[in-house]
């Protein structure tokens, strides 16, 4: 294969891989809001029942993802409780749908976002927070003004993760979202989809350099911010 | 006003307190792990008392009997952490204006505490590019410009080597003049805090032994028990006189021409204006005293005066001499004895110019 055969994408490689990205931002973009809050509950407050949450939202860490997307399958499906509710209330269809592809990357995703911002707030002196609020800023603000910048690398770091897992994640979406090229097939989706065909050889490899070229550059920009963020921190 | 009458207990630990603090500095004195920590959280909100009630400036802000706990972010109490506790990611003037609240009336501008704290140079630097008594003066700083009601510093000193120490004293004294609010200042260094104030509260196992001026607290036993691992320093207010730029000496007066005291002191500081309120310092182990005046001794101080009180303590006694103010005065249980110094004896006080020390 020549090097210019390689870089000629077809409008299906090309769909697979802005639609990879796009789960992937609405993914990271929906988890983050979510996450900072359950880490800040987990890292600064102690209650009954914390080790049961715990260990729910670190689930599909160990679960096989294809068991997390049957599940979600299960909950969202049209026939699912939830998804049930959903159609008869709003309409609204989950399952085989760019929805559920997003839903089953912020599953599978969630506990590395979480645990990140979580051990980065747990760095944050909680001996700062209550100066923050002996100088009359409320918990919720200094949790913005102190909290929230001081964790920053953490919190940049958790969210790109959640991003670059999202990008490779495959059972669950698979599972809950379907195959369905243009709409459900992320590039992993795809990779795998040619793999099938004889004679997509050479599709397959372009796929295949391009996840690694992707996973690469995404953690070579998280990895870039951090160490950005770390040095105007403190001088 | 500060008034405080709660019981806390922590673990182990049990802390019971029932005093007012007025305006001015009170110094909180006494060994760690007394609980002196314990009274500035409880006060501020970072604890909660069992029991009891917390007024500030005839506000309830706690009282366990009808559940009121106001928050921490609403008690407007200014707070100085031992470490400063400057936040790393904000500069100099952001930590400052921090608390900053537009609407609240104010006490003291930005700009006057910026020059009162002399902290103009430093406001677009961090935290981690300042020294460890600048970033004391920021936090000291930050807490005044939040309007508070009171102040309350946690070992301000400890965080900051010893010649940095003199630098936070006369900043202290100057935001003293420059506000009518209690200042509460905890600190096991006795001679640091008599630099700040008389009035003491003294607070040893979980309770308080005794709050009131330093020279009264002497004569207790059990204060002067508490007193005991330090040096008895003795702090004095007196105005400046003249001054005599060739000799090197400062000369002060407290009332009348009889207690007159030279004071020895570094060219640069030969700049204190005639009338200027100085406070000195002098430990009660370097001044002796004698029957008689003495001629012919480089001893450029002698202060007559009556002897109102002699407290014994191991091996050494504590006499009180009254020479127009309050001296106090530490000579061997021996020297006593063969001089027969008693309550009421006519004595001279002789101390030498360079063992005074003075701030503000």
Known sequence: ?????????????????????????????????????LAHIMARRSFYGKSIIESLVHLPLVLPPVTTGYLLLLMFGTNGWIGQWLYSTFNIKIAFSFYAAVLASIIVSFPLIVRSIRTAIEMVDTDLEDASRILGVNRLKTFFRITVPLALPGIISGTVLAFARSLGEFGATITFAGNIAGETQTLPLAIYSNMQVPGQEGTTLRLVLVSVVLSFIVMAISEWMVRRMKARKFN | MVETKFKLKQGNFNFAINEKFDAGITGIYGPSGAGKTSLLKAISGLIKPQEGVININGNEVFNAENNTNIPVEKRRIGYVFQEGRLFPHLSIEQNLNYGFNKHSPKQLSFDAVVDLLNLRSLLKRKPSAISGGERQRTALGRALLSSPDILLLDEPFSAVDIHLRSQIIPFLLKIHKSIDIPILVVSHDLPDLLKLSSRLCLINNGHCIGHDDYHELLKKETSLKLFASDAIMNAITMTVKAIDPAKGLTILSNNGDESDVRVKCEKSKLTYGIGEELKLFISSDDIALSEKKVEGITIQNQLQGNITDIIKRESTSLCIVDVGFKLVVEITAESQKRMNIEVGSLVWCLFKSVAIDVAG
């Open chain 1, 1 to 37: 294969m020549t090097g210019i055969e390689l870089l000629s994408f077809n409008t299906a490689e090309i769909q697979a891989i802005l639609l990879s990205l796009k789960v992937a931002f609405y993914c990271a973009l929906v988890s983050l809001p979510f996450a900072l809050w």
